[in-house]
């Protein structure tokens, strides 16, 4: 037997028929098929042939975004704005041992305009032990 304030809601809901739809406003772009399509997808240049940059599976990408968490994490909170502090200047390389993900994290700054082969430090570079569900393990204790 329902509950008294159960029965309500159900009566409340059936009584109610549901939403109606959001209607398309002017200023939504529309596609071919006349239907709204959502931020303007139609004027994106999607690319005919995918030039992939490399295939991870779910697991290692969730590695690889804990670990650039973690690193961006450590950087100077006032430097965020910069592009020596934001991941622009990262490269992340993910490997995978022994059932976990090792993610090293290397600094590029050469993306930010510094003279190529010029480094911010002396051989920079993190790595981090992550779980498949991304879970950041440990970080190598070699200090940069």
């Known amino acids: 037997m329902l509950k008294p304030h159960y029965f309500v809601l159900f ?11 959001p209607k398309a406003k002017a200023s939504t772009p529309v596609s071919d098929a ?12 999607w690319p005919k042939d995918l030039r992939p940059l490399a295939t991870l599976d779910g697991p290692a990408v969730l590695a690889a975004h804990a670990a650039l968490q973690q690193v961006l994490s450590r950087f100077p909170k006032g430097g965020t704005s910069t592009c ?3 991941a622009k200047s990262l490269d992340v390389v993910v490997g995978q041992e022994a059932g976990l993900y ?43």
Do not use: K, Q
């Open 34 to 45: 006349g239907t709204p399509s959502p931020n303007g997808v139609d004027s994106i240049p």
């Open 84 to 86: 020596e502090f934001s």
């Open 102 to 144: 090792f993610v090293r994290i290397d600094r590029r700054p050469e993306r930010c305009g510094w003279a190529p082969g010029v480094s911010l430090e002396f051989d920079w570079f993190e790595l981090y032990a992550v779980s498949p569900d991304g879970r950041v393990l440990g970080r190598h204790p070699y200090m940069p």
């Open 11 to 21: 009566v409340s809901l059936l009584a109610d028929g549901g939403t109606e739809p």
